[in-house]
T-cell receptor
Framework: DAGVTQSPTHLIKTRGQQVTLRCSPK?????VSWYQQALGQGPQFIFQ???????QRGNFPDRFSGHQFPNYSSELNVNALLLGDSALYLC????????????FGPGTRLTVT | AQKVTQAQTEISVVEKEDVTLDCVYE???????LFWYKQPPSGELVFLIR??????QNEISGRYSWNFQKSTSSFNFTITASQVVDSAVYFC?????????????FGRGTQLTVWP
């Protein structure tokens, strides 16, 4: 049973560029959440997708957007990258989140130069 | 407002010592869930435990145990007879009814180093 997968593993982008990160949830899971983890900090909630809609959003600007596909996989898009966007981006999947535990993927390390 | 505080930034112990990681939380909801996750150097967050606010019974799983006390809003995690493989960052997290569909609020984490 495959766990949560994310791609790519690492990414280097230049300030002002755009980036797309991808996540495939654990088998049987229908909810995907995205978190940003800056160095030395705890993960911060970006947004959550359920039934292909954004259901909740954390305190992140509109430069951060996402999508969920019919197979429950998800993308995180960040436009107009800033140096401060450099972080580990974690995807978590769950079944009917809020009731069951969330399982995290290995993350995508984004470096903005 | 929801908040999780892990006051211990770093802890170092020698193998076989017991160690307790502290977690204090804040929420106005009466229904909420508490979690502990382990983050090894690889970066992936590994789920350890979930407790709901109505179950204050302490839990033991092998060398791991958790002490949940609503009176002090704490959910502490103890590792007995620590091992080098326990070295990681440990995060406490909270999800409450105000955050529908399970948004997690994380503490800043505690870096545990176990020396041989």
């Amino acid at each position: 049973d495959a766990g949560v997968t994310q791609s790519p593993t690492h990414l280097i982008k230049t300030r002002g560029q755009q980036v797309t990160l991808r996540c495939s949830p654990k088998s049987g899971h229908d909810t995907v959440s995205w978190y940003q983890q800056a160095l030395g900090q705890g993960p911060q909630f970006i947004f959550q997708y359920y039934e292909e809609e954004e259901r909740q959003r954390g305190n992140f600007p509109d430069r951060f957007s996402g999508h969920q596909f019919p197979n429950y996989s998800s993308e995180l898009n960040v436009n107009a990258l800033l140096l401060g966007d450099s972080a580990l981006y974690l995807c978590a999947s769950s079944r009917l989140a809020g009731i069951y535990e969330q399982y995290f993927g290995p993350g995508t390390r984004l470096t903005v130069t | 407002a929801q908040k999780v505080t892990q006051a211990q930034t770093e802890i170092s112990v020698v193998e076989k010592e017991d160690v307790t990681l502290d977690c204090v939380y804040e929420t106005r909801d009466t229904t909420y869930y508490l979690f502990w996750y382990k983050q090894p150097p690889s970066g992936e967050l590994v789920f350890l435990i979930r407790r709901n606010s109505f179950d204050e019974q302490n839990e033991i799983s092998g060398r791991y145990s958790w002490n949940f006390q609503k009176s002090t809003s704490s959910f502490n995690f103890t590792i007995t007879a620590s091992q080098v493989v326990d070295s990681a960052v440990y995060f406490c997290a909270l999800s409450d009814r105000g955050s529908t569909l399970g948004r997690l609020y994380f503490g800043r984490g505690t870096q545990l180093t176990v020396w041989p």
